[in-house]
C-alpha cells in the first residue's frame, strides 16, 4: 500500500512539472511571435519568375515594356543595359508616357542621360543613402520587380531574381510608391547640364 502511494505522489509531482514546463514553454514561444504586417498581396495574380546570369529576364522586361498602352513608371537603382535604353526610346516615340527615376546620376555607363536627350522624364535620387529599388509599373496593370537591376551585369554574371506580376491591385501599390519617390523633394530633375558635367 506504502508502495503503491509513493508511486502515486510520484506520478502526480513529475505530471505538475511536465505542465509547468508545458505552460512555460509556450509563453516564451508566445511572448516571441510577431504578427505579419498587413502589405500588399493578390493571391490569384498571375505571376512569372525569372532568374539570372540568363538571357530570359532581360526578355521578360522587354516584353514588358513594348506591350505598354498608356505608361511606364520605373524606379531603377542603375540602368546601364542599352538593350532595355532602345526599349525606353521606341516606346516613348510611340507617345507612351515615361518616367524614370534612378538613383544619383549621372553614374558610368547610365543611360540616363541619353533617355533626357530624347525628352524622357528622368529625375535622380540624390541622398546620402541609395535608392534601391528595381521595379516598373505598366500601365497600372502589371508589375516589374525583384532583385535583377537593369543592367547588363545583372543578365551576364550575377545571381539575380525578377518577378514579372499580372495584377491591377499590386500595381497600384507599386504606383503609389512611385509617386511618393517622384514628388519627393530628393527627387531632382536630372538636366543636360548634369550630363554636360559628367562627360568632363
Not at 14 to 30: D, E, M, Q, R
Not at 87 to 95: D, P, Y
Not at 137 to 164: H, I, K, M
Request: net charge negative.
Amino acid at each position: 500500500m506504502r508502495k503503491a502511494l509513493t508511486i502515486w505522489f510520484i506520478g502526480v509531482a513529475v505530471g505538475f512539472f511536465l505542465g509547468w514546463l508545458a505552460s512555460s514553454y509556450s509563453y516564451t514561444s508566445s511572448s516571441h511571435t510577431l504578427s505579419l504586417p498587413m502589405g500588399y498581396s493578390a493571391p490569384e495574380a498571375p505571376i512569372r519568375v525569372y532568374f539570372s546570369p540568363s538571357p530570359e529576364p532581360e526578355r521578360a522586361i522587354l516584353h514588358t515594356l513594348y506591350s505598354a498602352q498608356k505608361f511606364v513608371y520605373a524606379a531603377l537603382y542603375q540602368l546601364t543595359d542599352p538593350e532595355i535604353a532602345d526599349a525606353l526610346l521606341e516606346i516613348a516615340r510611340r507617345g507612351i508616357e515615361l518616367k524614370i527615376l534612378l538613383d544619383d546620376e549621372p553614374s558610368k555607363g547610365s543611360k540616363g542621360c541619353l533617355l533626357l536627350s530624347a525628352g524622357i522624364a528622368v529625375k535622380q535620387y540624390v541622398d546620402s543613402g541609395i535608392m534601391h529599388h528595381k521595379f516598373a509599373v505598366v500601365d497600372g496593370e502589371r508589375v516589374l520587380t525583384g532583385s535583377y537591376n537593369w543592367t547588363t551585369s545583372a543578365q551576364t554574371r550575377n545571381e539575380e531574381n525578377l518577378l514579372v506580376i499580372e495584377s491591377p491591385h499590386l500595381a497600384q501599390a507599386f504606383e503609389s510608391e512611385f509617386s511618393k519617390l517622384w514628388t519627393h523633394k530628393k527627387a531632382q530633375a536630372l538636366s543636360h547640364a548634369n550630363c554636360s558635367s559628367s562627360e568632363k
